[in-house]
C-alpha cells in the first residue's frame, strides 16, 4: 500500500523530470525568449561575443491550470553554464534565482572566474516549486553560448591614395575630389569601425567579415587642414585606441572649360579662359546684358534660330566621370524646351542642362542620358545661375538653381562615348534641336564635384545699396538720405528726436534736464501713432525682383490698439508688402500679397514678440524676398525660423512710395506706427545671414564675396 501511494504520487516524464499528481510542469524555455548580455540565444558560428561576464537572461513561464482562481503563478529559474578548461577538463557552474512571477524574465550575471576567449555554453529550466520543466536545450530547443573577449582590439592603421599625410606630401588636390580612407586594424576580430573627420561626417562602418578592412569615400567641402580619428570595435563591442590620420586640402581646382563670353560686341568666336575658343553661328550677338551684382560684364544673346549656338568642336566633359556644367541663363519666352549647355553623344545629348516645357509650366532641367532632374521656375527675361552635376562616387545627377540645390537627385547611367560641347543647342537623332532663345553667360565645365558653398558663390549677386536713411536730423522736413540719395519727407506727427549730447548729467546738476539716447547714433524718427509718417518721393525698392529691408523700431505702447505699421511700398491697389505689429498675435509681421488687387490672397509670416512699452533698445527688423527661390523670410534681430519663411511664386512690381510708419487702407491711410523708428536700409538683392545681422547698427554690413 505504501509502496502503491509513493507510485501515484509520482509521474515520470519523457525527459525525465518528476512532478507531483495534479500539477502541470512549467513550460520548457523557448530559445527565441534567452539573451546572453542582450545579444539572442545562438551557438556555432553565430555565438556572440561579450566584453564582459555576461548577465544571462530567460522569460519563465508556468501553466494555470492547476491554480485556484485569483493564484499567481509563481517560478524560479535554475541556470547552468559549462565549458571545458585549458586542461580539457569540464567545468560547470549552477545559479537559482529568486521566485517571480510567470512570464517574467530571470537573470544570471556569470561569476568573474569564467575563462577569456572559451565557448561557454548554458541553458535553463523554470521551477515553480512542485515541479521543473524540461532544459531549454531539450527536444527541439538549443543550448546558448557566448564567448568572453577581455582584450580591446589594437588601433587601426589608415591609409588614403588622394590625401597622404603632411610628411609625403603637404597640400593635396582637393575641394570637390573625393578621398578613400582605408582603415585596418591588425586584430582579426574587428567587425565595425568608428570614424569621425574634423567637422563631419562621422559615423560607423562595418566590415565585410571580422577581421577585413574598410575603405571610406570622404568629400571635402572645404580647404585646409582636416583630421581623421578612428576606434576599430570588435564583436565583442570593445573599442580600440584612437588612431588619428592628419591631411591638408586645397582648393577646389579650376574648371576645364571656361567661357565667360563677355566677348567684345561684333566676334564671331567666344575666346576660352580654359579650353578651347567656341565658333559662333550667325544667330548669336556678343555684348549682351549682364546679371547684376556679379563679375560678369557681358552675355551672348542668341535668337533661338538654327544659327543660334556655341561650340568649340571638342568634347568639355568626361561624362563617364564627375563633371559638372554651369552657367547664366535668361530666356526670352518659357514656352517650349531650350538647351543651355550640352554635349553629344551617340545621336544624343549625353547631357543637357536648361529649360523644359511641362504642362504644369516650365522648369528649369539637367538631364544625364535617360535621367532628368527637375526644379526651379523659369520666367521669361529674368536671369537665373544654373549647375548640373553629375556625381560619379554616388551614381546621382543634381541640379541647383541660383545657388540652391532644386529638385530630387537621382541615379544616373552617363553614355558610353563623348561627343562635341554645345552652347545653346542640344543633339537630336536628326540633327540639333531645342535651340536657347535668351541670353547666357559664363559657361564653366568642372571635371570634380562643385560643392554646395562653390554652387551658392557661382551664383552670388551681391546686394547692390539703394538708401541709407540715418534719421539723425530733419531739414525743411526731410530726413536725408547717408549717399545723398532721395531723402525722406516727414508728414505732420512726425519729428526727429535727438539724443543727449552729454552735457546734461542729473547727478551733478539737478536742474538739467534729461534728453533719452537715440535708438541708433545721435537721433531717431519718432511717430505719434496718429498722422506721424515718413516716405520717399516713389518706390525705393523692385518688389518684382529680390530686396532686403532693414530697419529698427521701438513701440511706444505696451499693449497697442490697433496693427501698426513700419515699412510699406504699395502698388495700384493694395501694398506689394508691409511689415507691422499685430497685437492680437503679440508678432511682428510681413504681409506680401501675391498680386496688386484689393482682397488678394497674402503671404504672411511673423516672429512673436513683446511690444516694447517705449523702453528698451528696441528691435531690428529685415525683410528679404528672395526672387531666385521664391521665397520671402522676416528677420527679427538678425535671426529667422521656418515660421518667418514663406512661399511667394511670383512677386510684382510695385509703383508707390516707401512708406515708413503707415500702410494703405482703403483709399487712404492707416496702421500708423506710435513709437520710434531708425536705421533704414535698402538693397537690391538678397543680404546673407551674415550680412543681415549687419542692419541696423549704424554702418553698412560687409557684403563680402
Not at 333 to 356: C, I, K, W
Not at 554 to 564: N, T, V
Request: charged residues 20%; aromatic residues 8%.
Amino acid at each position: 500500500m505504501v509502496v502503491a501511494s509513493c507510485a501515484a504520487a509520482l509521474l515520470a516524464t519523457a525527459g525525465g523530470t518528476a512532478h507531483a499528481v495534479g500539477n502541470v510542469p512549467p513550460k520548457q524555455p523557448l530559445v527565441q525568449d534567452l539573451q546572453s548580455q542582450g545579444k539572442p540565444c545562438a551557438t556555432g558560428d553565430d555565438t556572440p561575443y561579450v566584453s564582459a561576464p555576461p548577465r544571462l537572461g530567460a522569460v519563465l513561464y508556468d501553466l494555470e491550470e492547476d491554480n485556484q482562481p485569483s493564484e499567481a503563478s509563481m517560478v524560479t529559474g535554475e541556470f547552468e553554464a559549462w565549458w571545458t578548461d585549458a586542461a580539457g577538463v569540464e567545468q560547470r557552474r549552477t545559479y537559482t534565482t529568486g521566485t517571480l512571477p510567470s512570464a517574467s524574465r530571470h537573470y544570471w550575471t556569470m561569476p568573474d572566474d569564467i575563462p577569456a576567449n572559451t565557448v561557454v555554453s548554458w541553458h535553463v529550466r523554470a521551477n515553480d516549486g512542485a515541479a521543473t520543466s524540461a532544459w531549454s536545450d531539450e527536444g527541439d530547443g538549443s543550448a546558448c553560448s557566448f564567448v568572453y573577449d577581455d582584450v580591446n582590439p589594437e588601433p587601426a592603421t589608415i591609409s588614403s591614395p588622394e590625401y597622404p599625410q603632411p610628411d609625403d606630401v603637404f597640400w593635396v588636390d582637393g575641394v570637390g575630389i573625393y578621398g578613400h580612407f582605408t582603415m585596418d586594424s591588425p586584430s582579426d576580430d574587428v567587425v565595425a569601425y568608428r570614424y569621425g573627420f574634423l567637422g563631419g561626417p562621422y559615423g560607423t562602418v562595418s566590415a565585410e567579415r571580422p577581421g577585413a578592412a574598410v575603405t571610406l569615400p570622404y568629400l571635402p567641402l572645404t580647404s585646409g587642414p582636416k583630421q581623421l580619428t578612428v576606434h576599430a570595435i570588435d564583436r565583442a563591442g570593445r573599442t580600440s585606441r584612437e588612431a588619428r590620420y592628419d591631411f591638408n586640402v586645397k582648393a577646389g581646382r579650376a574648371p576645364v572649360a571656361r567661357w565667360k563670353l563677355d566677348d567684345p560686341a561684333g566676334s564671331r568666336s567666344a575666346a576660352a579662359e580654359t579650353g578651347t575658343a567656341a565658333r559662333a553661328g550667325t544667330g548669336v550677338t556678343f555684348g549682351g546684358p549682364a546679371p547684376e551684382g556679379t563679375r560678369t560684364t557681358a552675355t551672348v544673346s542668341l535668337d533661338g534660330s538654327g544659327h543660334s549656338f556655341l561650340t568649340p568642336d571638342v568634347p568639355a566633359a568626361d561624362i563617364g566621370k564627375t563633371f559638372a556644367v554651369s552657367g547664366w541663363a535668361r530666356p526670352a519666352e518659357t514656352g517650349r524646351t531650350m538647351t543651355v549647355a550640352s554635349q553629344d553623344a551617340d545621336g544624343r545629348p549625353g547631357f543637357g542642362l536648361g529649360l523644359r516645357a511641362q504642362d504644369g509650366g516650365p522648369v528649369w532641367s539637367f538631364a544625364v542620358g535617360d535621367t532628368r532632374v527637375s526644379g526651379g521656375a523659369p520666367e521669361t527675361g529674368e536671369w537665373a545661375h544654373l549647375l548640373g552635376l553629375y556625381d560619379a562616387e554616388t551614381g546621382r545627377a543634381h541640379l541647383y538653381v541660383n545657388g540652391h540645390e532644386v529638385g530630387t537627385a537621382a541615379e544616373a547611367t552617363p553614355a558610353e562615348t563623348a561627343g562635341v560641347f554645345q552652347i545653346g543647342r542640344a543633339r537630336g537623332a536628326t540633327g540639333y534641336r531645342d535651340r536657347w532663345h535668351g541670353d547666357v553667360g559664363d559657361v564653366q565645365v568642372h571635371d570634380r564635384v562643385v560643392v554646395p558653398d562653390e554652387a551658392a558663390g557661382l551664383a552670388r549677386r551681391k546686394p547692390q545699396p539703394l538708401g541709407h536713411w540715418s534719421l539723425e536730423n530733419a531739414v525743411d522736413g526731410a530726413s536725408p538720405e547717408q549717399s545723398d540719395g532721395t531723402p525722406l519727407r516727414l508728414g505732420a506727427g512726425a519729428s526727429i528726436h535727438r539724443g543727449s549730447d552729454g552735457s546734461c548729467v542729473p547727478e551733478i546738476d539737478p536742474d538739467c534736464t534729461y534728453v533719452p539716447p537715440a535708438l541708433v547714433g545721435d537721433g531717431h524718427l519718432h511717430l505719434d501713432g496718429r498722422t506721424g509718417y515718413a516716405a520717399a518721393d516713389g518706390p525705393v525698392v523692385d518688389t518684382g525682383d529680390s530686396f532686403t529691408l532693414g530697419v529698427v523700431v521701438r513701440l511706444a505702447d505696451s499693449a497697442p490698439a490697433h496693427p501698426m505699421t513700419v515699412l510699406s511700398q504699395a502698388g495700384e491697389h493694395t501694398d506689394a508688402f508691409k511689415v507691422r505689429y499685430e497685437p492680437s498675435t503679440h508678432s511682428w509681421q510681413l504681409v506680401m500679397p501675391v498680386e496688386d488687387k484689393a482682397g488678394a490672397p497674402e503671404r504672411v509670416v511673423s516672429q512673436i514678440e513683446g511690444a516694447d512699452g517705449g523702453e528698451g533698445s528696441g528691435h531690428r527688423l529685415a525683410v528679404v524676398y528672395d526672387d531666385g527661390t521664391d521665397t520671402i523670410r522676416l528677420y527679427l534681430d538678425g535671426h529667422t525660423n521656418a515660421e518667418a519663411t514663406a512661399s511667394l511664386p511670383n512677386g510684382w512690381h510695385s509703383t508707390g512710395a516707401l512708406q515708413i510708419g503707415r500702410a494703405t487702407a482703403g483709399d487712404g491711410w492707416g496702421e500708423y506706427l506710435h513709437g520710434d523708428v531708425d536705421e533704414v536700409q535698402a538693397y537690391s538683392g538678397v543680404l546673407r545671414d551674415v550680412d543681415v545681422l549687419g542692419l541696423g547698427w549704424g554702418t553698412e554690413p560687409c557684403l563680402c564675396t
